[in-house]
């Protein structure tokens, strides 16, 4: 049986959780994946939370204060962190997208590598903000040598990795990178993502149509990550450092897919090959000891438990949804 997780439950895995109550915390992408699961334990552990939106926001059962602002806008951002004086700034705001289209270069330059350098130029004039980043497995590490991006969205992290070196080293901007994994859990916005897309499809009785599935991924669930960003936000030893996010565990799609059905009690046989593979895609797998060493963060959710959290939530979702029609048909 397949039991959610309790709403508002904070996952709680450092003991140095309570030095976030009170402190002054802006975070750009508020409203994202990753962005709005942040907010809410940063909430529940008692910061003063500043939340950036594009789009303007009710003040949610966090207590966030909401702004409205492109981070695309340097004159923008930098009102906006002279405004709020944060201690640690946590920059989620990006454009996420793996297609290999010539038509995403700009978007990934103006959304995921400009809107770095905004922040970094506004974060140098204020002393002693810390700057987490919010990175990807897909862009090349160091030591790689001349391997060539899989896509604009990489391309762009692997340049706004640069640039934060460049600042921390330059001008002396406390800033850390987290280079994070393929990132799930319950409530994702973007349902088209593998997991919540062959999550849905299951639980409605539909088989989800894939690509060859033999592609191998670092699956990292979404309370593991905010504990990663929480540790790099009070850790002084990270700064000017990048840091891989996942579980350095790798897992086929085919074999994700495979263990979600078996959670959900569906006997319905995927459509592999039904979509290309992408050129370009390779097993980005985390090393999780640097993260470990200075962070002190390990992930504490395997992929099972994991997945059965995102199923259960997702079953939850579709049974409150489907009650309104239940009712009409009484």
């Known amino acids: 049986m397949l039991t959610a997780p309790a709403p508002g439950d904070p996952h709680v895995q450092g003991q140095e959780d309570h030095l976030w109550y009170g402190s002054r915390v802006l975070v750009t992408g508020a409203t994202g994946f990753i962005g709005a699961h942040l907010v809410r334990r940063l909430g529940s552990l008692g910061a003063q939370v ?23 806008d340097a004159e923008a951002i930098e009102d906006l962190v002279r ?19 010539p038509r995403l270069v700009r978007t990934m330059l103006d959304s995921n590598l400009a809107s ?14 810390r700057v987490v980043l919010a990175g990807s497995l897909e862009e090349p590490r160091p030591g790689e040598g001349e391997a060539a991006p899989s896509s604009p969205y990489a391309v762009a992290k692997w340049a706004a990795s640069g640039y934060a070196r460049m600042f921390h080293h330059l001008w002396d901007v406390p800033v850390t990178t987290l280079r994070i994994g393929m990132v799930y859990g319950p409530d994702q916005p973007d349902t088209s993502k593998l997991v919540p897309y062959a999550t849905l ?8 149509s894939l690509s060859s599935g033999t592609r191998h991924l670092d699956w990292v669930y979404v309370d593991d990550v905010v504990d990663a960003f929480l540790a790099a936000g009070r850790t002084a030893e990270a700064a000017g450092r990048s840091f891989d996010i996942g579980t350095g565990t790798r897992t086929s799609i085919r074999d994700t897919v ?38 002190r963060w390990r992930p504490a959710t395997g992929l099972e438990e994991g997945l059965r959290l995102t199923a ?19």
């Not at 500043?50 to 492109?70: I, M």
């Not at 499809?201 to 989800?208: H, K, T, V, Y």
């Not at 459509?271 to 962070?295: K, T």
């Open 50 to 72: 500043h939340a950036v939106s594009r789009r303007p926001q009710e003040r949610s059962a966090s207590g966030a204060t909401w702004h409205v602002a492109d981070v695309s």
């Open 83 to 101: 405004s709020t004086r944060p201690g640690v700034v946590f920059h989620l705001a990006s454009e996420v997208a793996g297609a290999r289209d």
């Open 116 to 129: 770095v350098v905004n922040l970094l130029t506004a974060v140098a004039d204020s002393p002693g903000t």
């Open 201 to 208: 499809s299951l639980l409605r009785g539909e088989a989800p």
């Open 258 to 295: 495979e263990l979600l059905g078996r959670i959900v009690g569906s006997s319905l046989r995927p459509h592999y090959g039904a979509l290309s593979d992408r050129p370009l895609d390779s097993a980005r797998i985390a090393d999780i000891a640097p993260a470990a060493e200075v962070l």
């Open 312 to 330: 259960a939530w997702y079953a939850e979702r579709l049974r409150q949804d489907d009650a309104p029609r239940r009712d009409a048909l009484r």
